[in-house]
């Protein structure tokens, strides 16, 4: 089956306390993005990346890294979490955007409370 | 700036019709997309509009004018299991999407 998986779905931790939000797609995309979603504020794009090694950074990358080794992998890192980076984190995929319609698949979400 | 503009919350009621209007500002345009949001779960693509017209899916149609920088989406027999967000996304000219907010939809019985 086609997906996007992303690990946890719910985290909770405490100012500082280093993490990693894990991505995995099985559809051999190139695109990959990783976005925050706040009530009343929509989704907000923290980075992407267009192929392996290729990242780059999107609306609202401040506190967050990204690695882009393989295709398949593109997980976000927080290094020193705050509670503003409280938040529900999606991940998505998609062929390159460009020629043709090319919706993003979205994982099923990471709920991050940071203490 | 870029700006995508939707109601923040609709009410309808199961059997209705619903129309979820979407207006934009972006840098170059090449391409809409729709998208279902139920709460807690990720979004999933409904239609993608492109060109002015209007795109029919079942019960879910889509519109767009370019010249007026506005879609809508318009959904037939409304179900309870409707209830959900639904965001409007702008392709701009650099191939990146442009978010609304998203619109809560609640459907009554």
């Known amino acids: 089956e086609a997906q996007v998986t992303q690990n946890p779905r719910y985290l909770i931790t405490v100012t500082g306390k280093k993490l990693t939000v894990t991505c995995s797609q099985n559809m051999n995309h190139e695109y990959m993005s990783w976005y925050r979603q706040d009530p009343g504020l929509g989704l907000r794009q923290i980075y992407y990346s267009m192929n392996v090694e290729v990242t780059d950074k999107g609306d609202v990358p401040e506190g967050y890294k990204v690695s882009r080794k393989e295709k398949r992998n593109f997980p976000l890192i927080l290094e020193s979490p705050s509670p503003n980076q409280t938040s529900l984190y999606f991940c998505?995929?998609?062929?390159?955007?460009?020629?043709?319609?090319?919706?993003?698949?979205f994982g099923n979400g990471t709920r991050l409370t940071v203490t | 700036g870029q700006n995508i503009d939707q109601p923040t919350e609709m009410t309808a009621t199961e059997g209705a019709i619903v129309q979820i209007n979407c207006t934009y500002q972006?840098?170059?345009?090449?391409?809409l997309f729709w998208y279902q949001q139920h709460a807690g779960e990720a979004p999933t693509f409904l239609s993608y509009n492109v060109l002015d017209g209007l795109e029919e899916k079942g019960r879910f149609s889509s519109f767009l004018s370019r010249s007026k920088g506005y879609s809508y989406l318009l959904l037939k027999e409304l179900q309870m299991k409707d209830s959900a967000s639904y965001l409007c996304a702008v392709l701009d000219s650099n191939y990146q999407l442009i978010w609304g907010a998203g619109t809560k939809l609640i459907i009554k019985p």
């Open positions: 972006t840098s170059g345009f090449n391409g």
């Open positions: 998505a995929s998609s062929r390159p955007p460009g020629a043709e319609v090319v919706p993003l698949h």
